[in-house]
């Protein structure tokens, strides 16, 4: 049996560029894995049988179309054909649809896994072409790195020193999944003219060494820099009086992830994060009713806390 942890991501910045010929956008992007994970396991299937997927945890998407048995599907395809089935066991702790890109990690992961099942050696070439093939935030998280600037479609993935000493973060998790392909097209309908963000000087900051202090110093700097924001809070206006009840309640800047909706504000230390996410929940305002807080440090899944989701049993 092999198992992984594959965990979230947050952008700390996310710059659009034009839309491609292919309806891609170019995108310029500071990705920060955290310490949120699902839990993935696969090993073989019973004798004769195919490829199959069993789910727990959060509420998730029909097993059909799950990223774990496309990521086994392609590599039968592309790398050979008649393998033996494959048993995958994945445990939901990432809310799907929310920005943080589980889906993209968990495929990222089954790429991994499922190529140790069955013995396969991946050049790092051939792993990148995979995990590309898979979606656009997979290839962060097959490069295996915690911070990254990514650019392109999300293939161009140049890998950015750790925070030094780590960082808390905070995310106000939504019910409500958004639909990444709906906000890039509401995007192109609003015509959006974006000025260019701090990706360059943030990339160079953590390229010198930042700690996790100074990167929630950065804080207020990255407020507008996802260029996403405008047309998720048109498409989930809930998000305006959310960001605004969160910055209230903590006195600090909150971010977008992706293409939303989680909300995140950065901390010095996951300790930091969980006495925030604590009071925030005993003190909750009226609009903060729908949102589960989340507190997690950048690498260790262990140690994330989090309220029960309402359909949680
Ligand atoms: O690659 P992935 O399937 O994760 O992308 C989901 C959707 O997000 C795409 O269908 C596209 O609408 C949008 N997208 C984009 N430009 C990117 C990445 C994603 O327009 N670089």
Redesign the pocket.
């Known amino acids: 049996m092999f198992e992984a942890r594959p965990a979230a991501k947050v952008n700390l910045t996310l710059e659009v560029g034009a839309?491609r010929p292919d309806?891609?956008?170019?995108?310029r992007s500071v990705f920060l894995r955290i310490g949120l994970a699902d839990r993935l396991t696969v090993g073989p299937a019973p004798a004769g049988e195919g490829d199959q997927l069993t789910l727990s945890g959060l509420p998730v998407a029909p097993v059909e179309g799950n990223l774990v048995l496309r990521a086994m599907e392609l590599l039968r395809r592309t790398v050979e054909p008649g393998l033996p089935g494959l048993h995958a066991d994945l445990d939901k702790q990432i809310p799907i649809g929310a920005g943080l890109a589980g889906g993209?990690s968990d495929g990222a992961a089954a790429l991994e896994l499922a190529a140790a099942a069955w013995g396969l050696g991946l050049s790092p070439a051939r792993r990148a072409d995979l995990a590309l093939a898979l979606?656009?935030?997979v290839p962060f998280f097959a490069a295996g790195v915690p911070t990254a600037l990514v650019e392109g479609?999300?293939e161009d993935v140049s890998q950015l020193p750790a925070v030094e000493g780590g960082a808390g973060v905070l995310l106000a998790l939504s019910a409500d999944p958004l639909s990444?392909?709906r906000i890039?097209?509401r995007y192109d309908e609003m015509a959006f003219q974006s000025a260019p963000g701090p990706t360059d000087a943030l990339a160079a900051a953590l390229g010198v060494g930042l700690s996790g202090e100074a990167l929630a110093d950065w804080a207020g700097n990255l407020r507008d820099a996802n260029h996403l924001w405008a047309a998720a809070s048109w498409l989930a206006p809930e998000l305006l009086e959310r960001r605004s009840a969160l910055e209230t309640a903590t006195g600090r800047a909150w971010l977008m992830s992706g293409s939303g909706p989680t909300l995140f504000a950065l901390y010095r230390s996951l300790a930091e994060s969980r006495a925030a996410a604590q009071h925030l929940a005993s003190d909750r305002p009226p609009v903060l009713r729908d949102v589960m807080l989340c507190a997690t440090n950048l690498d260790d899944p262990q140690h994330a806390w989090r309220e029960q989701w309402p359909t949680e049993p």
């Open positions: 839309r309806g891609y956008h170019e995108l993209s979606g656009s935030d479609r999300g990444t392909a890039f097209a």
